[in-house]
Every structure is written in structure tokens, then in C-alpha cells.
Nanobody, 124 residues
Framework: QVRLVESGGGLVQAGGSLRLSCAAS????????MGWFRQAPGKEREFVAA????????YYADSVKGRFTISRDNVKNTAYLQMNTLNAEDTAVYYC?????????????????WGQGTQVTVSS
């Protein structure tokens, strides 16, 4: 079992930055792929970024590529999402997720565990 708790959300002006954290419990954190998803009001949950267990491979949605960076610290059992050059379209609840043996990173159903989400609001 893995329990995920996100933090770091908040209100930021357009062009600003935030860093989200996802603290995981469980001794097997280092074996899971970690992902970040987001859901804006009235929209479906969408993939943002993922990072494989070793941290050597990362994947991004086109909409955040070049602005967001996913990373992980397997000693601290924490995944991060550094978000730069934020705009109003980035406003959403951000969720972290963990999965094992993922074949298609943007697919929600591939992930076994989810956090409760953290709100990110970008004011224009």
C-alpha cells in the first residue's frame, strides 16, 4: 500500500512559479512510477507528467513541456513538480499518483494510488 499526500498548491500570478510535493508512505515507493495529473472545473482529469522509478526517464504533456519539471527523491519518498511560467490555463486541482508496471503513462487507470489533490490557482 502507498499513501500519497500532495502539498505546495496555492494562488500565484501569471508568469510565476510553484513547486508541488507528493509525500509517499510505504517502503516500496522507489519501485513505483510517479505521475502528476490535473483537473480543471468542468474538465476531465488530464495527464501532466510522469517519472519512472529510477528517475532516469520523464514524460510530459505537450501543454507543460518546457515549463514543468518532474523529479523524485527516493530517499525522502517524495515526488515533485516544479511549475514555471504559469498561466491561467494551469489552474486546476493537481493530483499525484503511483503505479507499477505502467504501459501508457497518460492513462489514469494505469495508476494504483492517488493523493487527495492540491489546488493551484493562477491569476491573470
Amino acid at each position: 500500500q502507498v499513501r500519497l499526500v500532495e502539498s505546495g498548491g496555492g494562488l500565484v500570478q501569471a508568469g510565476g512559479s510553484l513547486r508541488l510535493s507528493c509525500a509517499a508512505s510505504g517502503r516500496t515507493f522507489s519501485t513505483y512510477t510517479m505521475g502528476w495529473f490535473r483537473q480543471a472545473p468542468g474538465k476531465e482529469r488530464e495527464f501532466v507528467a510522469a517519472i519512472k522509478w529510477s528517475g532516469g526517464s520523464t514524460y510530459y504533456a505537450d501543454s507543460v513541456k518546457g515549463r514543468f519539471t518532474i523529479s523524485r527523491d527516493n530517499v525522502k519518498n517524495t515526488a515533485y513538480l516544479q511549475m514555471n511560467t504559469l498561466n491561467a490555463e494551469d489552474t486546476a486541482v493537481y493530483y499525484c499518483a503511483a503505479g507499477y508496471g505502467i504501459k501508457w503513462y497518460p492513462r489514469n487507470s494505469e495508476y494504483d494510488y492517488w493523493g487527495q489533490g492540491t489546488q493551484v490557482t493562477v491569476s491573470s
